[in-house]
Nanobody, 125 residues
Framework: QLQLVESGGGLVQPGESLRLSCGASGVSLDDKAIGWFRQAPGKEREGVSCINRDGVTFNYAWSVKGRFTISRDNAKNTVYLQMNNLKPEDTAVYYC??????????????????WGKGTLVTVSS
């Protein structure tokens, strides 16, 4: 069973940056599309970005355009979400999710097969 683990969350001030990591032990992520989702208090979970095995990226949240970048390092079995110029509205629990398909990214959380437990990002002055 694939277990995803997110890390890198924390409390930052507006305008600062964070890099989230999503890893898995014992199972290769090479053959899976990996997505980042987030859920803010009182809101539904939304897709942020996704990357397929070949490194093709899909960005779903217009509010993070130009600020967030997803990437993967297959040698380290890790997917990253670089978040720059963070805003208070980015405050949420961020989850990574995997799909049992190398190429089929999705913004629909119902279509992802595996989930991490999430990491909290708080942006506040």
């Amino acid at each position: 069973q694939l277990q995803l683990v997110e890390s890198g969350g924390g409390l930052v001030q507006p305008g600062e940056s964070l890099r989230l990591s999503c890893g898995a032990s014992g199972v290769s992520l090479d053959d899976k599309a990996i997505g980042w989702f987030r859920q803010a208090p009182g809101k539904e979970r939304e897709g942020v970005s996704c990357i397929n095995r070949d490194g093709v990226t899909f960005n779903y949240a217009w509010s993070v355009k130009g600020r967030f970048t997803i990437s993967r390092d297959n040698a380290k079995n890790t997917v990253y979400l670089q978040m720059n110029n963070l805003k208070p509205e980015d405050t949420a629990v961020y989850y990574c999710a995997a799909k049992d398909s190398p190429w089929r990214c999705s913004r629909d959380s119902n279509l992802m097969d595996y989930w991490g437990k999430g990491t909290l990002v708080t942006v506040s002055s």
